[in-house]
């Protein structure tokens, strides 16, 4: 019985089981292994065509918004073209500027060529004379050319509208001359100028609207002998000029861009507090402006309000010098007994002047809303550098001057 119970006795299961175990192991880490090398490979493939794919993606970006090439074209340029840069101008606009001028062949082409030159952004307002059909590299190259510019008109304190003779036959230009000398630009070997002529014609006939001239100045203007109805409305500073312009653009351009200034200065808000109107302002301001140095603006303001304060006449040679278009500051018995509007040493010509008797600057503006608190009624240059003594009284006044003939002051 027993070995008949023996012949169905099971088997050792736990000693086949380690014989058969070595072979499953192996057997499932190579499907393990198998099944790795296939994900593998999946994504890997994924990986590319997704790779693939991005590029081509971005490349047909580049190509639809046209970012991946840009036109150029080669070479230094062929004809000559004016551009302006305005005031505020990024780099980006200077760039679309110069490709709708027919500069460069796309506005990318500026751009690419100076990203790395940090000059470009220090490019100044103005005009620039630049040639058709240029390359980004010499396009840049141009507009960083400091001869490129074209060179604006300066007008600065004290200047008048017209030529000045001195003494020594030394002729001192006037504002119409030098934005005559300002105007000339040569295009493609041909020189063009607005003329002295020109514009003073344009100065004295031209509807003062039209030229620039503002509403609170039109009655003094318009009431003004015609060659001097435009005096102290230009004042100091650079103007950028349109080349190609007519004489009556030039005078408004300037005109214009000098009110905005005038403005600024407090020729109209500021001049309120005075009691005097804004072209009064511009009067006593350049008066100021030829008679001292700046430092000595107020009182020469302060003395200006006090004489006409009292209907005193105020006896500036600068203004009987004016008339005579003469630089000195100095006048001759003879030339302070001529009778004349702007010899305000006249009984007759009580008052300001009819106009400004040249350009004043911001300074003499401030210093005729602003005069300096004080009593004088009297100065006179009494040092060699130009500084001026003041004084209340007559007396005081001819002690001063005494003085300063002994010093050899003039």
């Given at each position: 019985?027993?070995?008949?119970?023996?012949l169905?006795?099971?088997?050792?299961?736990?000693?086949e089981?380690?014989?058969?175990?070595?072979?499953?192991?192996?057997?499932?880490?190579?499907?393990?292994?198998?099944?790795?090398?296939?994900?593998?490979?999946?994504?890997?493939?994924?990986?590319l065509?997704?790779?693939?794919?991005?590029?081509?993606?971005?490349?047909?970006?580049?190509?639809l918004?046209?970012?991946?090439?840009?036109?150029?074209?080669?070479?230094?340029?062929?004809?000559?073209?004016?551009?302006?840069?305005?005031?505020?101008?990024?780099?980006?606009?200077?760039?679309?500027?110069l490709?709708?001028?027919?500069?460069?062949a796309s506005?990318?082409?500026?751009?690419?060529?100076?990203?790395?030159?940090?000059?470009?952004?220090?490019?100044?307002p103005?005009?620039?004379?630049?040639?058709?059909?240029?390359?980004?590299?010499?396009?840049?190259?141009?507009?960083?050319?400091?001869?490129?510019?074209?060179?604006?008109?300066?007008?600065?304190?004290?200047?008048?509208?017209?030529?000045?003779?001195?003494?020594?036959?030394?002729?001192?230009?006037?504002?119409?001359?030098?934005?005559?000398?300002?105007?000339?630009?040569?295009?493609?070997g041909?020189?063009?100028?607005?003329?002295?002529?020109?514009?003073?014609?344009?100065?004295?006939?031209?509807?003062p609207?039209?030229?620039?001239?503002?509403?609170?100045?039109?009655?003094?203007?318009?009431?003004?002998?015609?060659?001097?109805?435009?005096?102290?409305l230009?004042?100091?500073?650079?103007?950028?000029?349109?080349?190609?312009?007519?004489?009556?653009?030039?005078?408004?351009?300037?005109?214009?861009t000098?009110?905005?200034?005038?403005?600024s200065?407090?020729?109209?808000?500021?001049?309120?507090?005075?009691?005097?109107?804004?072209?009064?302002?511009?009067?006593?301001a350049?008066l100021?402006?030829?008679?001292?140095?700046?430092?000595?603006?107020?009182?020469?303001?302060?003395?200006?309000y006090?004489r006409?304060?009292?209907?005193?006449?105020?006896?500036?040679?600068?203004?009987?010098?004016?008339?005579?278009d003469?630089?000195?500051?100095?006048?001759?018995?003879?030339?302070?007994?001529?009778?004349?509007?702007?010899?305000?040493?006249?009984?007759e010509?009580?008052?300001?002047?009819?106009t400004?008797?040249?350009?004043?600057s911001?300074?003499?503006?401030?210093?005729?809303?602003?005069?300096?608190?004080?009593?004088?009624?009297?100065?006179?240059?009494?040092?060699?550098?130009?500084?001026?003594?003041f004084?209340?009284?007559?007396?005081?006044?001819?002690?001063?001057?005494a003085?300063?003939i002994?010093?050899?002051?003039?």
């Amino acid at each position: 019985m027993s070995d008949d119970l023996g012949l169905f006795t099971e088997p050792d299961v736990h000693s086949e089981d380690q014989q058969r175990r070595p072979r499953g192991k192996a057997a499932a880490a190579a499907r393990r292994a198998k099944v790795r090398r296939k994900r593998t490979v999946l994504w890997t493939v994924v990986a590319l065509v997704l790779a693939l794919g991005g590029v081509g993606a971005y490349y047909g970006y580049q190509t639809l918004m046209g970012i991946g090439s840009y036109e150029d074209f080669e070479g230094t340029g062929e004809t000559d073209v004016v551009i302006e840069v305005k005031d505020g101008d990024p780099v980006t606009a200077i760039a679309a500027t110069l490709k709708d001028q027919g500069v460069t062949a796309s506005s990318r082409a500026f751009t690419e060529a100076g990203k790395t030159d940090a000059r470009l952004t220090g490019i100044q307002p103005g005009f620039y004379l630049m040639k058709t059909k240029m390359s980004g590299s010499a396009a840049v190259a141009r507009m960083l050319d400091k001869s490129t510019k074209i060179t604006p008109l300066e007008v600065k304190g004290g200047n008048v509208l017209h030529d000045i003779a001195g003494g020594d036959g030394k002729v001192t230009k006037g504002i119409l001359s030098m934005l005559s000398e300002a105007s000339c630009l040569e295009l493609d070997g041909v020189k063009k100028c607005v003329t002295p002529e020109e514009l003073r014609t344009a100065a004295e006939t031209a509807d003062p609207v039209a030229l620039g001239v503002p509403d609170w100045a039109l009655p003094d203007v318009n009431s003004a002998e015609k060659a001097h109805r435009l005096e102290g409305l230009i004042a100091p500073g650079l103007y950028q000029l349109k080349p190609g312009a007519t004489a009556v653009e030039l005078l408004n351009s300037v005109i214009t861009t000098s009110v905005t200034r005038l403005q600024s200065y407090g020729v109209v808000a500021g001049g309120k507090e005075t009691g005097y109107r804004p072209y009064d302002i511009l009067k006593i301001a350049s008066l100021v402006e030829k008679e001292g140095l700046t430092k000595d603006f107020g009182k020469v303001s302060r003395v200006i309000y006090n004489r006409l304060a009292i209907n005193k006449i105020l006896e500036f040679d600068s203004t009987v010098n004016y008339k005579l278009d003469k630089p000195n500051i100095r006048t001759s018995d003879s030339d302070r007994e001529a009778a004349g509007p702007y010899n305000t040493y006249s009984s007759e010509s009580e008052g300001l002047t009819p106009t400004p008797i040249g350009s004043p600057s911001r300074e003499a503006v401030e210093a005729a809303i602003n005069p300096e608190p004080g009593k004088w009624l009297f100065f006179v240059k009494c040092q060699k550098d130009g500084t001026s003594c003041f004084n209340e009284t007559f007396p005081e006044h001819e002690k001063t001057v005494a003085k300063a003939i002994q010093e050899g002051v003039f």
